[in-house]
């Protein structure tokens, strides 16, 4: 029996609006009442159209690719598959190298079989800013995507997006579907208050691996304090993750602070030469975006007024595309925050290092999150797994429901080889306790969050002669 990927959604049309689909394959014909019966008889994509038939597979350019890469052109193949939907800005280096590290994680659970007979498929969308596409901004192409995926190709869980403005956006948008968002790295606080106090029968459907920013703002405040910081300017970016984790600083920090918030790039400007010219000695500067924080800096090095100040930096800070677009002449003025990063000494980690370097030719210790976003995957297939044996078919709150059961129990390793012994359990109603590659993954039944230690970074010498972020002597 096919897993029914439960949605039953008319295509409101806004992607297909936007940026136009393509059509492929030949168009089948059946008197339908819903997409998902038409996906059940002719395959991923196919929808119940205005005159009740169902009409052929479309393809949007932003979620083009897919794995397996003849998803789409072959939806006769893959009818028995569970397909899962993704959301990146493939345009930043970091989102594309996490939509790598899901793809091998769906290489690797095919390969040891699926779950019974069931393959696993992803679609990947992009949500850059991208005249090839369209004339949208980021975050309204990660919503359009985002009801393409539910509405159009009926997904029961989204893999992303990163940011946590677009993770709550996308969750607020789909709120009513029943679709899962498991985000590898969105982590303002304010994400926790959006789902009600879960329980085993009423799961919330918003999840991340990131640990959340009620952690980060204390350790920031007491690193701030130990050093005799007794005044800070905060620039924080408008939106969830700016301004939570400023609340949560400002909750913990016990001396002057002075807050102002940014939502355009005039503003930023604005605030940075007002930061220069307060008697504050440090500038907190809080922001998802690269760019923001790279244009901060190099507009801190062109002011005198920042000659005697020091800066303090965030997670999305913390990579390579900050340090290389920042001025060298701050790194030893620059400090941050973030969750520790991943064990690399840890067996689980070091499988995932190893095969995706492997695979892709690439280090996945330049890039932030990308561990999580592997565990994140993962996490989605045993929550599908569940889900299929508990009822028969793979739904966003089937998955959710089988997410609550990945904290207690026999301890496994988030690695291919225990992907066998991991369903006999789930199979037999009982919990497993899972160790991923980016650490422990204990969920609080409460809020279903995940914790982790924060580590305060510094900008310092790498063994190559180039610069690197490490933990703070």
């Known amino acids: 029996m096919r897993p029914r990927i439960a949605l039953a959604l008319t295509f409101t049309g806004l992607l297909a609006s936007s940026v136009g689909c393509t059509m492929i394959g030949t168009a089948p014909y059946e008197q339908c ?45 893959y009818q028995d598959t569970i397909v899962l939907g993704s959301l990146m800005e493939r345009s930043v280096a970091t989102d594309a190298s996490r939509e790598r590290s899901s793809r091998l994680a769906a290489e690797q659970v095919n390969e040891q079989g699926g779950v019974d007979g069931h393959a696993f498929g992803i679609v990947y969308c992009t949500y850059e800013a991208n005249s090839k596409f369209d004339d949208l901004e980021p975050s309204e192409a990660a919503l359009a995507a985002a009801r393409y995926l539910t509405e159009s190709l009926g997904v029961p869980a989204i893999l992303g997006p990163s940011g946590s403005d677009d993770a709550a956006a996308v969750y607020r ?5 029943g679709t899962l968002v498991m985000s ?29 920013d009620t952690l980060q703002g204390p350790a920031i405040a007491a690193d701030s304090t130990a050093r005799g910081v007794s005044e800070v300017f905060l620039i924080a970016q408008e939106g969830a993750y700016g ?37 504050a000695s440090e500038v907190l500067f809080i922001s998802p975006t690269q760019a923001d924080v790279i244009a901060f800096l190099q507009a801190a090095e062109q002011n005198p007024g920042y000659d005697d100040k020091t800066f303090f930096l965030t997670d999305s800070a913390a990579n390579d595309d900050v340090i ?81 059961r990945l904290s207690f129990g026999k301890a496994f390793d988030v690695q291919p080889p225990s992907w066998r012994g991991i369903l006999e359990v789930l199979r037999s109603g009982k919990g497993v306790n899972v ?39």
Not at 173 to 177: E, H, V
Not at 437 to 453: M, R
Request: with cysteine.
């Open 324 to 404: 290389e677009g920042s001025p060298k002449a701050l790194y030893d003025r620059i400090r941050g925050s973030r969750p520790t990063p991943v064990d690399e000494a840890s067996p689980v980690f070091d499988d995932f290092s190893a095969s995706y370097s492997s695979e892709y030719s690439d280090d996945v210790t330049e890039h932030s999150f990308t561990a999580h976003m592997y565990d994140a995957t993962w996490l989605v297939f045993y929550g599908s797994a569940a889900s299929l044996f508990d009822q028969n078919e793979v739904t966003g709150v089937g998955i959710a429901q089988g997410l609550r």
């Open 173 to 177: 948008t789909l709120s009513d579907t």
């Open 33 to 77: 009442r819903s997409n998902s019966e038409c996906r059940s008889s002719f395959g991923l994509g196919s929808t119940c159209g205005g005159d009740g038939l169902c009409t052929s597979a479309v393809v949007a350019p932003r979620c083009a690719q897919t794995f397996p890469e003849d998803l789409f052109s072959r939806p006769d193949k």
């Open 435 to 473: 160790r991923g590659a980016s650490g422990e993954l204990d969920y609080d039944p409460v809020s279903e969050e995940t914790s982790a230690p924060i580590q305060i970074w510094t900008i310092g010498p790498a063994e190559d002669g180039g610069y690197e972020v490490s933990a703070a002597p």
């Open 243 to 279: 301004e939570g984790l400023a609340a949560a600083f400002q909750r913990s920090f016990q001396g002057e602070v002075t807050l102002r918030v940014f939502g355009s790039k005039s503003e930023r400007a604005a605030l940075v030469t007002e930061a220069a010219s307060s008697s």
């Open 184 to 212: 590898p790295s969105a982590t303002s606080p304010a994400l926790t208050e959006l789902d009600e106090p879960a329980t085993d029968d009423s799961p919330g459907l918003l999840w991340r691996t990131a640990p959340p």
